[in-house]
């Protein structure tokens, strides 16, 4: 196998560097005897004294020594004068390996050669054709110097203008250089050592699997000439309680986490290593930090019993009062993607209070995430796009690399059964900090919708072979973001976001025969959206599904968007939670009055969920199914001290009561006050004889005591 080192060139403007030249007789008939206007091979380790090597040493851009050549920007421009040649020489201080070939690409005008320490002679030029070139360094006696250097010379003729593009050289077998990486668990951090070599830097690369084809950049290792042989990655720290946090440093990536399986590998650094380059690395040096005595218990979620238990979606107590801050922690269950700082700031009031993080579950962009102690500001996309079998392609896309774009919200398609599943399961746990999150909400965990192209998926254009493409894909990712979850010391909850969940043709399911997500959340529960409603048909479909869910042990959240003064949707929504409300099932609403008074950054709090209260528990689970729960049209759940009907239906409904009872009547709500008061309020209203249930409406019933 051979190991490749990309030598491209650099942006900038270099100053023309003149060396001595070998001969003054100009002989234009060949490459070959012009090539005695170079400098002497015997005075190339010479020419610069070791204490003025650069930091990057062979730059295209920035020749060893050089003649009539210009930089400009990437490219390098070479300009014969009537009488002399124009010429660029590069230094590569070898690595562990056997040079082979000198790959390089610019004018059809130029000669590339290589310096042969056998014969103490440049080798025989060889032509670009066709905009590019190789030379063979097998061929030569000896391509290395007593300095262990190889010199590779480009060369422009006589009254000839031509532009270096690009020089690559081509290594036999992979290098080794017995890097060691060793776990420091009382200083909390990785150790790499390494063999020294001659190199004037080292790029540390790093990544959470073992076969990654572009594991991130995490450092340049130069601080003397040779470079040093030694590196040391920390956990970052929270200096407010001194638990670890996911944190990143000034270039954005991210530091070390424990408990998270690292593989390292480290390059001589010739030039710098664009994005285009292809690096084939040698062995990689695997350690783990110990997760020590770390916080390994994780928060359990609150069981449901006869109270409305609220998961919000992102409370940000910078916005808020202290009351509000105090009435959060002490009477929600807990909200999404807030700083770690913020956490504290509920956690002080009740230490258990639940934080998720956030990710994209099936696709990757230009996405800003909470990490630790801030926003990551997009810094992974850099990684993440060089990976291009992580993403779907479609031929014939307009995308970059002909990937498949999410046109909502301008994100990549992810495959997920691709390599795309092991950087996910492994950056939620590098995220998750010793004190932050709880868990995570993965979104985007269903089939994706609004696409370009609208058929992203191989085979017939209907759902049928879209579900069957992208089901077992989907299953593949969860179970192995699962599998790693659970084997984690903080076990994290892993919550995906379902959607709103009513596609028919779905088989899509958050649990297998051999694992299971902690929950999902189910979007538009209830109704598309207020006044817009499902078909009694997807209306049971959604309800099926949840009850399933929950049946397998799943927590379910049940986001709704509301309109307060539209108070039959309200408790329309609210009763179809009712009928499945079962241990573990929590609600989140997001209200609007039409007035912009009610804002989903603070609490939000409605006079039903204190007057469910008044039901009691149920005698029973919820049912299987929502069939189950049918009566006379109607879909019916008994409580403690009442019962609950639902009217999903395009048509009014009735429904005989027995005896004197009382019905549920609310009023306002929204967000909770400054001064950590609710809005709202409730009543119970006598009523007898038959009820007529409007259409998509809902009676919540309460029996008069006695």
Known sequence: MSFAIRLTIAAGLAALTACAAQGSTVDTSTPQTLAGQLPLVTSLDGLRDAAEVGYYDVDCGDPY??????????ILHMYGTSDDIAYAVYRVIQP????????????????????DYSAQRWSWAQPFTGGQTQLDLSALGDATSPEGNVYVAVLCPPAQEGTLTQMRLLYDGTPDYNLVATPDEERGAIVLTWDQGLAAAYEVLRSTMPDDPWPRHVAMVAESYPAQNTWTEFVATDPADGTWVAKEDTEGWPWIAP????????????????????????PAAHATLPWGSRRSVRRELPVVTSQTLVFADQLL?????????QWCAENL???????????DEFRAWNPDFMVLGYHLGVGAGEIGNVSGLSWDSDADWLH????DGWFITVEGSSQPQQRAVQQDWNWYLTDPASGWQDYLATNLLEMIGENHFDGWFVDSCSEPWNTDPAQWWPGANDSAAMFAYFTPRLSSMLKKVNTLAKAHPLKPYIIPNAGNYVTTLSDIRYYGADWACDGIMVEGYGHWSPGSYYSEADWTLQQDRILDHQAHGLATILQSSIFTPDQQDQLFVFASYLLVRDVHTYINWLGDDGLDTIWSNLPQWYPEFDAAVDLAPPPAPPAANAAAMLEGGLYKRQFGMGFVLVNPGDAAAQYDIPYHMQKLA????GNVTSDGATQGSYSWEIIEDVQTLPAHSALIILDILD
Do not use: N
């Open 65 to 74: 020594a050089a003649l009539g050549v210009l930089r400009d920007g990437a």
């Open 96 to 115: 562990a390996g056997t040079p082979v070939t000198v790959e390089c690409g610019g004018s059809e005008v130029l000669w590339v050669l290589a310096a």
């Open 259 to 282: 408990g998270v399986d690292y593989y390292y590998w480290i390059s001589p650094v010739y030039t710098a290593r664009q994005p285009s380059a292809t690096l084939e690395l040698g």
């Open 317 to 325: 107590p910078d916005d808020m009062s202290p009351q509000q801050v």
């Open 333 to 343: 269950v807990g909200t999404q993607k807030i700083f770690k700082g913020q956490a």
């Open 384 to 387: 993440l796009s060089l990976h």
């Open 666 to 669: 609310v009023s306002g709500g």
